[in-house]
């Protein structure tokens, strides 16, 4: 093993220096496509958890085969079909629009599943208490189950984050200039594979507070049990 | 079930609450065989009974928290079992207090009796918070406003409870095994707060086994057992001039230990 060699394929400091601006223009890429991609699938996935917990047959099954069908198609596979079928469908939706509608339905089937463990986590008694005091079923779920539910699952919630924002890389294979993407485009610029060494760092810096976050919560989950 | 008791004569006004014929079924079981029940203004009406005799759904079926099989509602008169009648309206004007308490554990006492003013009264934040602090006082818990419920005894945690039904000023107030729950020396807090409520002219249904307060305090007092009333009169007439067997024994068994 030359030292050197592995020093210029992997740690070559220079082409960092050199592409470092379109590294970060995939990392901010990453940053806006999470911040569209988590709270809308967080937020559908309430939604699915709530209509779910109504046990409205009718809204039940179709949501179950829904939730069911974007579990298990491979999120590379989503991603695919909205991307080039979308306009295909005659919707002219940019790539961006494309992949956030991909990662969104499909993370809002796992954040749904959560949710709903959560809620049913919840003893019956709070929704009669709620809903004996005049509020309808939506509103004792907003002020009342919903927050206690979502509470009880945030380590799992938060697993799902950090899978949902590590899953985004998947978006290079559409060519989404995020952060993976950029990486290896900055790789073929530099011929070495250095700047793929500096997207693994800035997922690391990224999502390593997030993984804290996780541990301290799930501590704090057990210490109250 | 020709023999339906429509209850008694009503006085000058509309009756609080009025259930007539209540049959509800789980399944196959029959829990409730035709129930009438009648609370006037102002009265406190206590409700006995073994478990499994009916009571506790007998008095979910007054605010419709379980849907009667057949039977009618009404409430001051509106018949709260016909169609189309917007439940959430109605249930404002009827508090509950159940045996688990069932306070929202992430928000704070005066959070748990503002939610609903705020939600469903429509009230501004200051209104809310000046009201809840009103029925805080009358459980005398407002130095307790901020406390969330796993700080307070489980007596506290009733008493707030109560004061989240009795915010909303309601016409009438159902207790269903207010003390059940309770150790021993907590029991006392809340009956004395059961008790003021009656003093201030509070209609009130309770089902519990506190016979002794029942004594005391009810204007009436209504044994149920497997679905049916069995008797039913003023504690006097219930507790030491008991007509029936069934009431009899039932009586030497909660009064034994």
Redesign the interface.
């Known amino acids: 093993m030359d030292w050197e060699v592995i020093r210029f394929s992997f740690f070559h400091w220079e082409s960092i220096q050199q592409v470092y601006p379109l590294l970060l223009d995939g990392w901010w890429m990453t940053i806006k496509l999470c911040l569209a991609v988590v709270p809308l699938g967080f937020t559908l996935g309430c939604m699915i958890a709530t209509v779910h917990s109504f046990h409205v047959r009718m809204l039940n099954y179709p949501l179950i085969f829904a939730v069911d069908f974007f579990r298990s198609i491979p999120p590379l596979v989503l991603l695919i079909y909205t991307v080039y079928g979308l306009p295909l469908l005659g919707w002219d939706v940019p790539a961006f629009g494309a992949v956030v509608v991909a990662f969104t339905f499909n993370s809002a089937s796992y954040y749904g599943e959560i949710i709903r463990a959560g809620i049913e986590s919840i003893p019956k008694g709070q929704m009669e208490a709620a809903r004996s005091t005049g509020l309808t079923r939506l509103q004792a779920m907003i002020h009342v189950i919903l927050p206690q539910a979502v509470r009880n699952v945030a380590p799992d919630l938060t697993s799902n984050t950090l899978e949902l924002i590590k899953a985004t890389s998947i978006a290079s294979v559409v060519a989404l200039p995020e952060l993976l993407r950029m990486g290896r485009v900055t790789q073929g610029l530099v011929y070495n594979a250095t700047p793929l060494i500096a997207v693994a760092v800035i997922y690391l810096i990224m999502l390593w507070p997030m993984v804290r976050l996780l541990s301290r919560l799930e501590r704090r989950m057990m210490s109250s049990r | 079930m020709s023999d339906t008791d429509t209850g008694r004569a009503t006085g000058r006004r509309d009756p609080v609450v009025e259930a007539l014929d209540i049959h509800k079924s789980f399944g196959d079981l029959e829990v409730l065989k035709g129930v009438s029940l009648t609370v006037d203004p102002q009265e406190l009406v206590f409700i006995i009974g073994p478990s499994g005799s009916g009571k506790s759904t007998m008095l979910r079926c007054c605010?419709l928290?379980e849907q009667p099989t057949s039977g009618i509602v009404r409430i001051t008169g509106e018949e709260i079992t016909a169609k189309g009648v917007d439940i959430?309206?109605v249930?404002?004007r009827?508090?509950?207090v159940?045996q688990?308490f069932?306070?929202?554990?992430?928000m704070s006492a005066i959070g748990n009796v503002t939610?609903?003013l705020r939600?469903?009264?429509k009230m501004d934040a200051a209104a809310a918070e000046a009201k809840a602090h009103e029925a805080l006082s009358k459980v005398g818990l407002d130095h307790k406003a901020q406390s969330y419920p796993s700080e307070l005894s489980g007596g506290q945690q009733q008493r707030v409870?109560i004061a989240?039904?009795i915010a909303?000023e309601p016409e009438v107030v159902l207790f269903d095994e207010p003390t059940s729950a309770l150790d021993p020396e907590l029991v006392g807090s809340v009956l004395e707060v059961m008790r003021d409520l009656r003093e201030s002219g509070m209609t009130m249904v309770v089902v519990s086994h506190e016979m002794r307060f029942a004594e005391q305090a009810a204007d009436r007092v209504i044994f149920m057992d497997g679905g049916v009333i069995v008797e039913e009169g003023t504690p006097q007439q219930v507790f030491r001039d008991t007509q029936h067997e069934r009431t009899r024994s039932f009586l030497a068994r909660v009064t034994d230990h």
């Open positions: 605010n928290l959430n309206l249930r404002q009827i508090g509950m159940f688990s069932n306070l929202y554990p992430h939610l609903a939600r469903v009264q409870a989240r039904a909303m």
